[in-house]
């Protein structure tokens, strides 16, 4: 088993920077792939951005592309989101989430999910 506790979520104005955290807890916590989703109102869950265990793969959606970094610290057990030039559509609820193949993050196939912290950009 895979807890994942997310934090750093928060109002900022649009083209701001905030950092969100996944911390990991559990015996192989830092074997799995890890990933960002986020859910708007009204709208589907979507794929953010994946990293594969050993921070070597990394995939991004189109529409993060060039702002969002994913990073992850094994030796902390931590996944990052670092979220620049935010727009007021970047607004949802950011969810971690861990699985075995970075592959599967990016299909949403995931084991383990947060609980999520809700970003919110405002114009």
């Known amino acids: 088993q895979v807890q994942l506790v997310e934090s750093g979520g928060g109002l900022v104005q649009a083209g701001g920077s905030l950092r969100l955290s996944c911390a990991a807890s559990?015996?192989?916590?830092?074997?799995?792939?890890m990933g960002w989703f986020r859910q708007a109102p009204g709208k589907e869950r979507e794929f953010v951005a994946g990293i594969s265990w050993n921070g070597i793969a990394k995939n991004y959606a189109d529409s993060v592309k060039g702002r969002f970094t994913i990073s992850r610290d094994n030796a902390k057990n931590t996944a990052y989101l670092q979220m620049n030039s935010l727009k007021p559509e970047d607004t949802a609820v950011y969810f971690c989430?861990?699985?075995?193949?970075?592959?599967?993050?990016?299909?949403?196939?995931?084991?383990?999910w947060g609980q999520g912290t809700q970003v919110t950009v405002s114009s």
């Open positions: 559990g015996r192989t916590s830092s074997t799995y792939a």
């Open positions: 989430a861990a699985d075995g193949s970075i592959a599967t993050i990016q299909r949403g196939g995931c084991d383990y």
